[in-house]
């Protein structure tokens, strides 16, 4: 059964430090990784998505993969409040073609 | 452009009744999905639709029954609800293995 595994947290924060948030995935097929937000009472909404090893960078966000150790986190630069949401972990199985989510992990960003 | 929309936002519905979930999106995507939320489960892939005509089982599908009305409409019914449908369930489409963009959610109460 392919799994998704995050820390369900919550991580807290200080404004302004760095939040990295990270997710393992159990099915070696899975090729296509997203990152999305969810705000309390809101739906997911999409932060990241990540492909290739390495990492990709947009913004104040970071994606990293290594699909050797079957790894991804979000690194969130300059937390901001605003940034407090769940961050769920989604990998996708081509054979498949549906997205396995992880529980997601709750961030608190304290001014 | 509304993107994914659902109606109804919430619902009461008492054991026994039954209703249908109705998912509409503006995006020309083919493939549409529902999920149920609920506390410390995260998402859980009820039905999927990869294509109009289509339908397929996702995780957790037994209660539930979807139609792919044409290629913008997918709709959930809930033939004899039960207490443990009470959920928030989300609405998704997509174009192919793209990212998934989520309808804004119905919570539903069954007592």
């Known amino acids: 059964q392919k799994e998704v595994e995050q820390n369900s947290g919550p991580l807290s924060v200080p404004e302004g430090a760095i939040a990295s948030l990270n997710c393992t995935y159990s099915?070696?097929?899975?090729?296509?990784f997203f990152w999305y937000r969810q705000y309390s009472g809101k739906s997911p909404e999409l932060i990241m998505s990540?492909?290739?090893?390495g990492d990709k960078e947009d913004g104040r966000f970071t994606a990293q993969l290594n699909k050797a150790s079957q790894y991804v986190s979000l690194l969130i630069r300059d937390s901001q409040p605003s940034d407090s949401a769940t961050y769920l972990c989604?990998?996708?199985?081509?054979?498949?073609?549906?997205?396995?989510f992880g529980k997601g992990t709750m961030l608190l960003v304290s001014p | 452009n509304a993107g994914v929309t659902q109606t109804p936002k919430f619902q009461v519905l008492k054991t026994g009744q039954s209703m249908t979930l109705q998912c509409a999106q503006d995006?020309?995507?083919?493939?549409m999905y529902w999920y149920r939320q609920d506390p410390g489960m995260g998402l859980r892939l009820i039905y999927y639709?990869?294509?109009?005509?289509?339908?397929d089982k996702g995780e957790v599908p037994n209660g539930y029954n979807v139609s792919r009305l044409n290629k913008r409409e997918f709709s959930l019914r809930l033939e004899s609800a039960a207490p443990s449908q009470t959920s928030v369930y989300f609405c998704?489409?997509?174009?192919?293995?793209?990212?998934?963009?989520f309808g804004p959610g119905t919570r539903l109460l069954v007592l």
């Open positions: 099915d070696r097929g899975s090729q296509s």
């Open positions: 989604a990998a996708l199985s081509d054979l498949y073609s549906t997205l396995t």
């Open positions: 995006m020309n995507h083919n493939s």
């Open positions: 639709s990869a294509s109009e005509g289509t339908t």
């Open positions: 990540i492909y290739s090893n």
């Open positions: 998704a489409s997509s174009e192919a293995w793209e990212t998934q963009y």
